[in-house]
């Protein structure tokens, strides 16, 4: 702690404890203990501790369990709006991302995506659920569509590595993406996967992505903890 710094001392504890979590040093289940001893061991007084954690519980990164102490809860994802891969982002920012593979065929496609797709109604597409984890805790439920002849999908390397990567390795070249945001309570099978308590809030992504020559490759709908993600924007001011 600098005690010569201009920032406060609850401030450079929370951000020490908040680096500490984002490196994995801290991991999920670790136990800080109490107030108390968390200031005796720091040399910082109480309220300082303490308004250091409260800020952690709110932001859900630590949780106070009577009895035990302050532990922490789980590591969130913030993630940049730009086109890349929930996959590369979170390997990107050392989060251990892992993919369970729950659906893996070729279907009929419905309507809304053979339309965002470009393709005749009876049009065969390759349908790829996926569970997303972060150091073994899910974090997202991606459903993703793709034209049938565009590529093949083994399973082993739909867990290995993330859909975008393969999509580079078979020559495709993302270019650019029309997505929408929102967010709504998770169906029982959503919560159920997400191990989300039933009808938790849940943040919804549609998105279409588009190759360099302006054909649509894929469409995905997934939906994300929103105790666990956020997505992270820079907004401009328009002169």
């Known amino acids: 702690m600098d005690r010569a710094s201009p920032v406060p001392l609850y401030f450079q504890l929370a951000r020490q404890l908040e680096q500490a979590i984002e490196d994995g040093a801290l991991t999920p289940g ?16 109480r309220p300082t501790v303490r308004q250091a954690i409260r800020s952690l519980v709110d932001k859900g990164l630590l949780v106070r369990r009577r009895g035990v102490g302050t532990q922490v809860v789980h590591t ?8 890349s891969s ?42 790829v659920h996926r569970l997303r984890l972060s150091r073994g805790e899910p974090v997202a439920y991606l459903c993703n569509y793709l034209p049938g002849d565009l590529l093949e999908l083994p399973t082993g390397a739909l ?37 989300e308590p039933a009808g938790a ?15 649509p490759v894929e469409y995905g709908a997934h939906v994300y903890r929103a105790s ?4 992270e924007f820079r907004l401009l001011v328009r002169g």
């Open 30 to 45: 670790s136990l800080l203990g109490n107030e108390i001893e968390l200031a005796a061991r720091l040399g910082l007084s």
């Open 76 to 83: 969130g994802v913030t993630r940049p709006l730009e086109l």
């Open 86 to 127: 929930l996959y590369d982002d979170m390997a990107a920012a050392g989060l251990h991302p892992g993919t369970r593979v729950l659906h893996n065929a070729r279907a009929q496609a419905p309507p809304e995506v053979t339309a965002a797709l470009g393709l005749p109604e009876t049009a065969q597409v390759a349908v």
């Open 159 to 195: 867990e290995s590595s993330g859909l975008y990567a393969l999509m580079r390795r078979h020559g495709i070249t993302l270019h650019s993406a029309q997505q929408s945001v929102g967010a709504r309570a998770g169906t029982a099978e959503e919560c159920d996967l997400l191990g």
């Open 201 to 215: 809030a849940l943040l919804t992504v549609r998105r279409i992505s588009y190759d360099d020559r302006g054909r």
């Open 228 to 231: 666990r993600y956020a997505f």
